[in-house]
């Protein structure tokens, strides 16, 4: 394996690569480790943050609108390079090329946001908050702050946080996925290409040695994480204790009703994609169908089913497929274990998507898409987050019946409901207690200029992610009160010795 | 003459030009009349119109984030086009070239914000007005809209307004100045490369019946002027009589006054640019100095002089130069008469720019940087808007004088003071009758993303130019209350028969 | 008559009654003429204006949340007499006490929302929008500010002006309806027994030689309007041509949408109010009802037809009936006119309440509950805005053809859709060209922290009344922006001769 | 001691006091314990949080309007019993009744912006994020929170949290501090005067017990704290770790400095009250002057100490005096421990407050207002928060030093500067570390309207407390995405069966 590629870091506008240590990337539709990854050591990261340090009060002073311009430019590289951006996922995380470019498209809505930047760093005046005395105020950067992000929007997520961190004035360390980073970095050094100064973004691969630096260093203001439900509390806890600030994004389980006057061929359609777009690998992924009324559940199974014979797995390089493989060999193996455990817990496998076979890729991670009916509230499959293709049905009696299953379930991230009628539609989005809700939308990520957040142990922290809260989260507030004694200068007497 | 250039109409996607009548557009740095620009008919200027009602459904329902796109990829096209735009600027308007990249600058400014408008037109939305009841406001485009602009900026002036009405959902009529059209077109053009349908954006060319289109045909919604404050004040009062919004834009007479505590270098150096940058020929130019106390004003008098022997005025395409020519002969004829009519009223011209020498373009329409001390209020040329390159000095003897004289004055679009004491400059920013105000800042025009308006009879309207106001000039709000009748398909019960 | 109290102005804080010109004001209920209100000169009005210019510069720089601790003060004054005022309306109005509680208590919502001013005058703040330049808006108020206000709601309409108006740092010179005065200065009085300053708040009595004044004073800066569309458009014109700034609110037909799917008990329950509530005297009245289908029409008229049954009409001092008298015996007459035009065109009057019987007021200006159906464009009754308590049935087959009625009336004030259905309600809402939008809201008067205003000639100006268009019509922006030059205070080296 | 006033807890409405352990409440100054408090088990605060629970459904679903009107009603009681509430203060804390009608005041305040709830829980609405797609922002209550704060402000403090809390719709346990609950109790009790419904607010008197539960129990969520930085740290970590929202409030040294060009009789003026008022126990207290140069120092310290001799320190109920006792007899031993490091330390204790003599109330906590001189910092006194009527003075060469102190200092709540400068005033308020800055003003605690919060250690969390922040605080975000599938209902073929 010795001549292979190994992807480094970008420390200060340059690729580094000094590190001992290093772990396979794989290409999941082929199954073949086809590159390594450094892994950064403690060093490592102390030189990115000691060169985010440098760069910071330059960047900070420099005005929100010519931050902002280099956001303007580096869109329009990411629309240039966007083929070899959706290649590079494709690669290493296995998306199909369309599903790339929806990832790719949904990163650079937030970068459109960022451009945006002087509007949203408004601070509040007032005049005369007692006499003569004004008060306003700023929204000034926090520093170097850190992100870590997950392999399955190796692209959008990174840039949920990095635009908005750096166009507030900040420096930016991110420590993507080590399965799939080359996109990622790829991204990044469009950066210096849009103008960025040296240092400003800074990128670590690495593992947990890697990560505790983020998190123990103080010259790290801020982390902000995407990843699963005990890392996200394990971050949360430990950032929080060493005086960061912090948001860290979990798990999910995200549930669908189909009320009875649903336009069920609507929601059907809609559902294909939510449920295994991405291979189902998307915390935002909507896994779990409850269908109000056994006639419901029927026309919603029996639709499905026929719908769900033209889907079809493959490789992300040939556009006709529908969705990849998963990740690793592993998350294929525990995918294919949650259908079993269910089938053993006495659900029905209505499509049953467990070892496909796909034509030249037969050491390829894939799980085809599946349909599980029959599904209750203590089965393992229902508990956990699966993050593979896999659409469960649930079947209740009344809206009420499945809203509580909802608002039990540990994680709130997103949920949506398929109806047509205007006051079940608002009773469920009043009372669901979740931080994501869709009206006959079955993924409702909120568009960039919103947040994203989720309720319960989907998210940690007060604040949710880019949007309006994500420029809250990347600065402080400070409030200044100002009054000037009355002056010689004004006061005419005074000019005879001026 | 017949083999000139007829500039025509840019009309539903086309360059049109079946109009009968022209008018003679100068170089004004040589004095020929090298072009032609065609005047529109009533009916040349009614077909702008119905190609842009047409195209007004669907772009009115297009996203906004959609309709922000067609801005980026504009402010892409400006840049790459800088340069032609800005000679031909030079070329009708008379302009150096680093005068008007500054222009096109501050235009593409209001592009870069028009950008944000999907923050920008966010309603409010309560929750639970009542048991059950919400409500939230919508801001709507409101149709078919005009903007008539004037020869000083033909790039920015228009890019206050079209991106900002586009962006909302709007579709567009320009009128620019028929002095200097051809940079305005040009730029209207490139929003089609920028992919904006046909129809949304027309440019007619033309005088008074075009205007009058403009200000009574019914399908026009709104009007937003810039001019002088005689025709402001009969655009508004027209546009408002045939039931349309309006703002009108007038003159000014912006006065800085220097304090005794001024850093002098500073001001002397601020003041050259704002008095004599573009000949003087913006309404926001810096045209009167009210130092305070002798002492101040010798040394203002004695620093701007020595200064202004380093001025040069020339032709456009000459970048050392630092002003060039006046729009017309009829111009420089009247700027010159103000400063003979000074001279006859008693003040002191200290530096006379009447006539000045420009090797090689002996009939341009050029006048020279002029000083002018002693002037008094009662003095035609204080009273006037001279609209050239000429600085007047009035001596007062405390600052309560100098800002009686601005409060009393018809305009009230900019102002400055010069000085280093924090509480003057808060006493005169609080009580100073002009709506944009300086600091040590001698042209304080509002950066686009807050908006652009002078007090008194510099603005007839209730809502300044371009950012926030900008934004809600260009649309209307719609407050919608909803409340859901109880219903049964969330109810139990109901689901018996569903 | 000479022994009958003659009601006067309230000047700079004190009652007066200098003017030689009065006019009757009548019981309604009685048709008596129980008072007389003097009508003022113009001298009466100068003495108003100069009084509240002179109180204009201390109110100006007292503090926003000073300002509002008078508003919060003026609540509770306002609950605390509310029988006294209610009774009042009742006696020269002839509004029910239930229904005058309930003006007075969205007039009240006003005066709630005028003390949220510390917050709702806050301006923007911008820092470096160049190298060390700042920028930021004030919000500065007008100076001295006009409203004239209708019969209708004497207490409401004039809050909702003059406590924003006040709040935000302006002087108020308010002109009622002369046709029941009482009410609406007892209310004014509160607010001196709530510390407002003498002078801020100025009550007027009078007819056109009043108003006249109010939009020809030069110290008049703004003007405020609710009445009828033509004299709307006229104080508008004449506002905008005197150099104020002027929002005036016209008349208005709102129609409701009844959808087949509605909940048609619900539906008329709704309509019974709104439609028949103080007689129909309100901008907001629902006087057209527009059923989708035969079937739908059917049902409505005969539901309705029962419901009216119970409607009682009679004076304002028995709490159970259900609406008064019209305003004037001439009135009365209009309403009744219009119903018998209606029915000559071919209509039919389902409930006729042409000349109703009520016990002991037998002179009482008193017209009962009125249902027409088979109404049609062309009907003169559908033409003009009736403003009695009418209410006209219509039937079209589709909901598309219910809109383009709405759509092609002069008027768009407010309107309405009773449906089940999401998608009805969306589209609905997105495409009325009616500024106020109920769903299954039949008066959707926006509360008072959103703003009221309607389309096409309901209003005349940019902005809509009270709420945040009411804050931003009421102030002047103000755009400062500063840059300090370098400074020796700062560095060290100037502090051995500091 | 049997026969002393136990203070109990305020229950679902209630005064409640079942507890075993009592704690002895002190009067400053005669030193005596005339009261005992109760101290909550486990168990009483559960109960609390019951009753919490309980009412939050109805809460939640109370109209903000309508929880606003409990506001408004509960500041009108303020205002009339504030003579009972400052009594309470004076008799517990110490302080003097003007300054605690002061401390009441800033409470209202906070009273007041609770009033704009319906305006300040505004979501955001974007019509069209994608075709027929619309999205909005819902901000709904946390649930059940509580507050835990300290001595030195036993109304203000409690007032920045819980009127806010309340009207966003939570429900509030307040454990206020056991040394001085009486005033706390009292307001609490006055907002069921106000119509608050019973469960809402609770209050429960305790230690280390009842905190312990606030910080675990999973049905709170979301805890306010002020205090002590080890105590605050605790807090925020602990109820982090237990999955709770938290701000935690500690320690502050304020520093302001004192340039040459200061207008030196207002600044020694400002810093009197700003030092010694409420004994200093304020944590804006402004502990610290840096002058630059000696020239400053010498006048300062020479003006100062004049200042001084004319301050009083005595019991809170003789309006003459300037400041009382502070509110233990071991918080005096420390404050004087502090001044006498300082003078082993190498300072010069120019005025010396040790031990004063109080007629009358000579078992009282006294400590006499105490100016030091050259004071450095690696001195004790420098680098703890002493908490007492101390004023240390530095002595610094440049602005720059000065500036260097005050960021190298642990904590960052608030600083100041005198200066006429303006580019000083802008350098310091930019670049120093603080979070709440005041230029000219000693004690820059921003109104209510702003948010209150301190950077470094003197603030855990997020967001500042009350204001802007507070809101944000006490509400999570819930984002809606709304499509509707088009609709049979709409469509006219579908009225043929309708």
Request: hydrophobic share 40%; proline share 6%; glycine share 6%.
């Given at each position: 394996m010795n001549e292979v590629n190994v992807i480094g870091h970008l420390i200060n506008g340059e690729m580094v690569n000094d590190d001992v240590r290093t772990q396979a990337v794989f290409n999941p539709a082929t199954g073949a480790a086809e590159k390594k990854v450094a892994l950064a050591s403690k060093q490592t990261v102390e030189q990115a943050i000691s060169a985010a340090q440098t760069a910071f009060p330059a960047w900070r002073n420099t005005p929100a609108i010519k931050r902002a311009r280099v956001m303007f430019r580096f869109k329009e590289l990411l629309e240039q390079h966007a083929d070899t951006i959706c290649r590079l996922i494709g690669e290493e995380h296995g998306k199909i090329s369309h599903d790339a470019a929806g990832e790719l498209q949904r990163g650079i809505e937030n970068v459109e946001y960022a451009c945006g930047a002087p509007e949203l760093l408004k601070g509040e005046h007032s005049k005369?908050?007692?006499?003569n005395i004004d008060c306003w105020s700023e929204f000034q950067p926090l520093g170097v702050v850190a992100g870590i992000t997950p392999f399955n929007f190796p692209a959008m997520v990174p840039m949920w946080m990095f635009p908005l961190a750096i166009v507030c004035g900040n420096c930016f360390i991110l420590k993507p996925?080590?399965?799939?980073p080359s996109s990622t970095l790829y991204i990044a050094q469009l950066l210096k290409e849009a103008g960025l100064p040296d240092g400003v973004m800074n990128v670590v691969n690495g593992d947990k040695e890697a990560v505790d630096v983020l998190l123990s260093d103080e010259r790290i203001k801020a982390v902000s994480f995407v990843g699963s439900t005990p890392i996200a509390e394990y971050i949360y806890a430990t950032a929080n204790a060493n005086g960061k600030r912090c948001q860290a994004l979990g798990g999910a389980k995200n549930h669908a009703i189909i009320m009875p006057d649903a336009d069920m061929d609507n929601a059907v359609n809609q559902l294909l994609g939510a449920a295994f777009g991405s291979s189902g690998e998307?915390?935002?992924?909507?896994?779990v169908a409850v269908a109000v009324g056994d006639e419901a559940a029927d026309a919603l199974v029996e639709k499905m089913t026929e719908a769900m014979k033209n889907l079809s797995v493959g490789?992300?390089?040939?556009?006709?497929?529908d969705f990849g493989p998963v990740i690793t060999q592993a998350h294929k193996d525990k995918v294919e274990g949650y259908i079993t455990s269910a089938q053993n817990q006495g659900?029905?496998?209505?499509?049953d998507g467990r070892q496909p076979h796909v034509e030249g890729y037969e050491n390829g991670f894939f799980v085809g898409a599946t349909l599980i009916d029959g599904v209750t509230a203590d089965m393992d499959s229902y508990v956990a987050?699966?993050?593979?293709?896999v659409l469960q049905v649930m079947r209740v009696k009344t809206m009420q019946e499945a809203m509580q299953l909802i608002n039990d379930h540990e994680y709130g991230n997103g949920t949506c409901i398929f109806t047509r009628d205007g006051e079940a539609a608002r009773y469920f989005s009043d009372n669901i207690q979740v931080g994501m809700v869709g009206i006959n939308v079955p993924l409702p990520v909120p568009v960039a200029y919103h947040s994203f957040g989720g309720w319960k142990r989907s998210l940690f922290g007060d604040l949710h992610a880019y949007g309006p809260d994500g420029v809250r989260f990347y600065t402080k507030r400070k409030t200044i009160t100002q009054r000037w004694p009355s002056s010689g200068v004004r006061e005419g007497a005074s000019f005879a010795f001026a």
């Open positions: 005369n908050v007692g006499p996925s080590e399965r799939d998307r915390c935002m992924a909507l896994s490789a992300h390089d040939k556009a006709s497929n659900a029905t496998i209505v499509v987050e699966i993050f593979g293709p």
